[in-house]
């Protein structure tokens, strides 16, 4: 059993940045593939980032490429989710997910193994 605890959402203003942190409990941490969903308002949920165990392959929703980085440290079984240049249209609850199949994250997030409850990010003057 992982649970997933999210962190460092909150208000900020348009062309600003946040780092989201997503502690997961358990050892086998490392072995999982982490990941970042999000869901505005009255939408769908929304693919993020993914990052497989060793941060060999890295992914982006298309959203987000050149403005956001996700990154693990399995030392302290954080991943993170650093945000820059953020616009009104990033304002979301963030989740955390994990999973051990890559293919769960970019075909059927509904099968995730894991799941945080979210954190809120706001992006507005």
């Known amino acids: 059993q992982v649970q997933l605890v999210e962190s460092g959402g909150g208000l900020v203003q348009p062309g600003g940045s946040l780092r989201l942190s997503c502690v997961g409990s358990?050892?086998?941490?490392?072995?999982?593939?982490m990941g970042w969903f999000r869901q505005a308002p009255g939408a769908e949920r929304e693919f993020v980032a993914v990052?497989?165990?060793?941060?060999?392959?890295?992914d982006y929703g298309d959203s987000v490429k050149g403005r956001f980085t996700i990154s693990r440290d399995n030392a302290k079984n954080t991943v993170y989710l650093q945000m820059n240049s953020l616009k009104p249209e990033d304002t979301a609850v963030y989740y955390c997910?994990?999973?051990?199949?890559?293919?769960?994250?970019?075909?059927?997030?509904?099968?995730?193994?894991?799941w945080g409850k979210g954190t809120l990010v706001t992006v507005s003057s």
């Open positions: 997910a994990a999973d051990e199949f890559y293919a769960t994250f970019v075909r059927d997030p509904s099968a995730m193994d894991y």
């Open positions: 358990g050892r086998a941490f490392s072995s999982y593939i």
């Open positions: 990052i497989t165990g060793s941060s060999g392959v890295i």
